[in-house]
């Protein structure tokens, strides 16, 4: 089971994550979408396609913009579609305990 807590607050658990460069890629009915806000934030991986990005807010503490990322639409290889909608978090930003 891998959990993502911010300010002791749980965002998402899963044990069905996929791990792509040392980030846990939680799928989207993991998160607890209450807490993520869409951000105008968007960056570009050449194998992965355009991410889009969530502040995450919390019931206690402050908001804390693009701590999470996900990719709406992948491109076409196997490796990107394995997280296609899946959410991802900073490591500097939450608390991820596996």
């Known amino acids: ?5 911010l300010n ?3 965002l998402a658990e899963s044990t069905d994550t996929v791990v792509v460069e ?4 939680f ?5 607890k979408k209450e807490y993520f ?17 969530y502040t995450l807010q919390p019931p206690s503490g402050a908001a804390v913009p693009d701590a999470a990322w996900y990719y709406p639409q992948t491109h076409d ?7 296609e909608g899946y959410v991802a978090f ?3 930003k939450v608390q991820i305990t596996e």
């Open 77 to 83: 290889t196997e490796r990107a579609k394995k997280i």
């Open 27 to 31: 799928p989207p009915g993991s998160i």
């Open 37 to 53: 806000k869409d951000s105008d934030t968007h960056t570009t991986c050449s194998w992965k396609g355009e991410a889009s990005y």
């Open 1 to 5: 089971m891998v959990k993502v807590t």
């Open 8 to 10: 002791g607050t749980t």
């Open 90 to 92: 900073y490591k500097n």
């Open 22 to 25: 040392g980030n846990h890629y």
